[in-house]
C-alpha cells in the first residue's frame, strides 16, 4: 500500500506541477479535478440509495470553475446567485416528475455536491488568479497536503489512540498532531511566497492544518454514512478523487479570503 502511495503521489505531484505554472492550464486541472470528484461524490450517494442529478449537477458544477477560468463574473459573488438559480430550476423540474417522494432529499444532495465540491475546490483557481497567484497556491498545496502525508506517516509508525473511531477508525490523535506538525512544516517552507511575519506564518500553518484535518474527517463521515472505503478507485493507494481532495475543500476557500485581506 504504501508503495502504490508513493508511486501514485509522484505522480499526482509531477502532474499537478507541470499544470500550475499556466493559469488556465491550472484551471482545466482543476475542473477536470471537480468533475472526477463530483461524479464520486454522486456515485456514493447512489450507492446509499438517493436518486440525485447525477450528470444535471456535475453539468453545473463544471460550469463554476470554468466561468472563473474564462473570467465570467456577471456580478459580485456571482457563484452564489448562480447556486440559487440552480435550485429554482431544480425545484421547478419537480413539478414533471411523477411522484414527490424524495423530493427534498433529491434537491438538497444535488445543490450540496455542487457547493461541497465544485464551488469550495473552485477557490484554488481563485488563489492562482490573486497577485503572486502561482507562490500562493504553491504554498497552501504545500501546508495542506504534507499535512495528509504526516498525518499518515506518524499515524502509521505511532498510532495508538483512535481520534474518532465512529468516523475513522485508522486515524490517531498521534497522526493528527503529527499532521499539525507537517502543516506547520509547509508553512514554513513556503513562507518565500507567502512574505509573512514567523508569528503569521505559524498561525497560518495551525489554522490551515486545523482545517485540513476536518475536511478529511468531513469526507470519512461522509463515505461512513454511504458505507463504502473509497469514493472510487482512480488513484492506487489514495482511493478517489475526492479522497485525495478533501482536505483542500476547506483550506482552499479559507485561504482565499485570508490572503484576500492581507493583499488588499
Wanted: charged letters at 15%; hydrophobic letters at 55%; aromatic letters at 12%.
Amino acid at each position: 500500500m504504501l508503495e502504490k502511495r508513493i508511486i501514485t503521489s509522484t505522480v499526482l505531484i509531477g502532474i499537478v506541477a507541470g499544470g500550475i505554472f499556466i493559469d488556465w492550464l491550472c484551471g482545466l486541472l482543476i475542473t477536470a479535478f471537480i468533475i472526477a470528484g463530483l461524479y464520486e461524490f454522486f456515485a456514493m450517494l447512489e450507492h446509499k440509495g438517493i436518486s440525485i442529478y447525477k450528470y444535471f449537477g456535475i453539468g453545473i458544477g463544471a460550469i463554476i470553475p470554468l466561468s472563473i477560468v474564462f473570467r465570467f463574473e456577471p456580478t459580485k459573488g456571482w457563484e452564489l446567485l448562480f447556486i440559487l438559480l440552480t435550485l429554482l430550476f431544480l425545484i421547478l423540474m419537480q413539478f414533471v416528475r411523477r411522484e414527490n417522494k424524495g423530493v427534498i432529499m433529491d434537491i438538497s444532495t444535488t445543490i450540496f455536491g455542487i457547493v461541497y465540491v465544485a464551488w469550495f475546490f473552485s477557490f484554488l483557481i481563485k488563489i492562482r488568479y490573486l497577485e503572486g497567484g502561482l507562490g500562493l497556491l504553491a504554498a497552501v498545496l504545500l501546508i495542506t497536503k504534507l499535512g495528509d502525508i504526516g498525518a499518515y506517516l506518524v499515524g502509521v509508525r505511532f498510532g495508538k489512540t483512535p481520534l474518532i473511531p465512529r468516523i475513522s477508525p485508522n486515524k490517531s490523535v498521534e497522526g493528527s498532531i503529527g499532521g499539525l506538525i507537517f502543516s506547520v512544516l509547509g508553512a514554513l517552507v513556503a513562507s518565500s511566497f507567502l512574505k509573512l511575519s514567523a508569528p503569521h506564518i505559524l498561525a497560518l500553518g495551525i489554522f490551515l492544518g486545523i482545517l485540513a484535518q476536518l475536511g478529511d474527517l468531513s469526507e470519512s463521515l461522509m463515505k461512513r454514512d454511504c458505507q463504502v472505503k473509497d469514493s472510487g478507485k482512480i488513484f492506487p493507494g489514495l482511493g478517489g478523487v475526492l479522497d485525495t481532495i478533501d482536505s483542500l475543500l476547506f483550506t482552499g476557500p479559507a485561504f482565499y479570503f485570508y490572503m484576500s485581506l492581507i493583499l488588499k
